[in-house]
């Protein structure tokens, strides 16, 4: 079954600095996307930054970037400097396909908080 | 730009009461999705539509939780009757279609007492 772990439930960073979020996630498939969304307080969900796994090249959207280690099954966001309105839950979330579903499987979260 | 939209944005309902809430999806969106977000989890997804047909409703409850989208545009999630574990936000999105970004509504939150 494909699971998605967010090992820190909370983070927080100084405004300005760098902070990355860690993903891990489990699958049997080779070809398959990840993301990563936000999801700012009483507001949606919005798609931040999408991997295609069979890309090798990280991708990058402006002050997001991903560490996209395939082998290791590891899809880790990076934000560089952070803003205040960067504060929100960050849900890693896995693409899967099943018969004629596609759905996404999302992990538990990180709530990153930054500080003035 | 053109949004998902979700009524009500928060309901309170009673034990064994029955709830609905509706989805509007972006404009020639044809997969709609119905995800349930308990607190402090990721949103689940329930039921997912193409068109008007369900193409997944297997982590649907079925004996209390309906879901319709009748002319393929608009939807509507029941519960009947509704029970405490059932309080969670209920997020509703759509997309073109398989491979595309999901367009996430700003959710129902709904209470239980």
């Known amino acids: 079954a494909q699971t998605v772990t967010q090992s820190q439930p909370e983070m927080s960073v100084q405004e300005a600095e760098t902070v990355t979020l860690s993903c891990t996630y489990d699958?049997?498939?080779?070809?398959?996307?990840l993301f990563w969304y936000k999801q700012p307080p009483s507001r949606q969900m919005i798609l931040v930054i999408r991997?295609?796994?069979?890309?090798?090249q990280n991708a990058t959207e402006n002050r997001f970037s991903v560490n996209f280690q395939k082998a290791a099954k590891s899809f880790s966001l990076k934000i560089s400097d952070s803003q205040l309105g960067d504060a929100a839950m960050y849900f890693c979330?896995?693409?899967?396909?099943?018969?004629?579903?596609?759905?996404?499987?999302f992990g538990k979260g990180t709530k990153l908080t930054v500080n003035p | 730009e053109a949004e998902v939209a979700q009524s009500p944005r928060y309901k309170i309902t009673e034990k064994s009461q029955a709830v609905a809430f509706w989805c509007d999806p972006i404009?020639?969106?044809?997969?709609l999705y119905w995800y349930r977000q308990i607190l402090g989890q990721g949103p689940e997804l329930l039921v997912q539509?193409?068109?008007?047909?369900?193409?997944?409703d297997s982590q649907l409850p079925k004996d209390r939780f309906s879901a319709e989208r009748l002319k393929g545009v608009d939807s509507t999630l029941k519960i009947q009757p509704a029970e405490l574990g059932d309080s969670a936000m209920y997020l509703c999105?759509?997309?073109?279609?398989?491979?595309?970004?999901?367009?996430f509504g700003p959710g129902t939150r709904l209470t239980v007492t």
């Open positions: 999105a759509s997309s073109l279609g398989r491979e595309s970004e999901q367009y």
């Open positions: 539509f193409q068109d008007e047909s369900v193409v997944d």
């Open positions: 979330a896995y693409r899967r396909y099943q018969g004629g579903s596609e759905k996404l499987v």
């Open positions: 991997q295609e796994a069979y890309k090798q």
């Open positions: 699958t049997s498939e080779s070809d398959y996307y």
């Open positions: 404009s020639g969106h044809a997969t």
